[in-house]
């Protein structure tokens, strides 16, 4: 059974800096495609980054020039630096995983970001 795990969050100060982290544990393959999704309170879950096997990205509007979105595939483990945060980015962060057909979520890992 596929498991992530999320470690890096954190409080910090608006145009801080907070490194997430994501390891896959219990898959022999690399993860087909690896990414991270937020969600505020009160609103819906949203995308953040993703990133492919190929190292292909994509991000979220929000984001774009703030965030990189990296992965290591020999340690099956995708990494997201979040520079210049904002107040607007404080929310639950969530790593996400598929291969093929099957899709893996973390427990989520608080990000705080104070004003």
């Known amino acids: 059974q596929v498991q992530l795990v999320e470690s890096g969050g954190g409080l910090v100060q608006a145009g801080g800096s907070l490194r997430l982290s994501c390891a896959a544990s219990?898959?022999?393959?690399?993860?087909?495609?690896m990414g991270w999704y937020r969600q505020a309170p009160g609103k819906q879950r949203e995308l953040v980054a993703t990133i492919t096997i190929g190292g292909s990205t994509n991000y979220a509007d929000s984001v774009k020039g703030r965030f990189t979105i990296s992965r290591d595939n020999a340690k099956n483990t995708v990494y997201l630096q979040m520079n210049s945060l904002k107040p607007e980015d404080t929310a639950v962060y969530y790593c996400?995983?598929?291969?093929?057909?099957?899709?893996?979520w973390g427990q989520g890992t608080q990000v705080t970001v104070s004003s």
């Open positions: 219990g898959s022999s393959f690399p993860m087909n495609a």
């Open positions: 996400n995983a598929a291969r093929f057909t099957l899709i893996y």
